[in-house]
């Protein structure tokens, strides 16, 4: 089992960049990958971005178009997502979500078992 926790969210302006967090504890160590949802107000929940726990790959959602970039710090219990140049599209509430099933793709809510309480990010244009 593990935990995650969302921060970073805020009110921002169009053409603005906004870092959010997610911090990570439990036993991650058979964790697949770590991806970032949104979910607009009344909405699904949607793909944004994905790394693999012990492997190189990260993969976009391509409305990302080079925009946001997924990374981690050193110690592994912190990913980010660095979002530049924000437009009201992006306006939603973001979760990271921990995937745990090594089948399927990484951009599949439905193989995510674990998910944070979310941070809203609201963009003003």
């Known amino acids: 089992q593990v935990q995650l926790v969302e921060s970073g969210g805020g009110l921002v302006q169009a053409g603005d960049s906004l870092t959010l967090s997610c911090r990570i504890s439990?036993?991650?160590?058979?964790?697949?990958?770590l991806g970032w949802f949104r979910q607009p107000t009344g909405k699904e929940r949607e793909f944004v971005a994905a790394?693999?726990?012990?492997?190189?790959?990260?993969s976009y959602a391509s409305f990302v178009k080079g925009r946001f970039t997924i990374s981690r710090d050193s110690s592994q219990t912190t990913v980010f997502l660095k979002m530049n140049d924000l437009n009201a599209e992006d306006t939603a509430t973001y979760y990271c979500g921990a995937k745990f099933d090594y089948g399927g793709d990484s951009s599949e809510v439905r193989r995510y078992a674990y998910w944070g309480q979310g941070t809203q990010v609201t963009v003003s244009s």
């Open positions: 439990g036993r991650t160590f058979s964790m697949h990958a």
């Open positions: 790394m693999d726990w012990h492997g190189p790959n990260l």
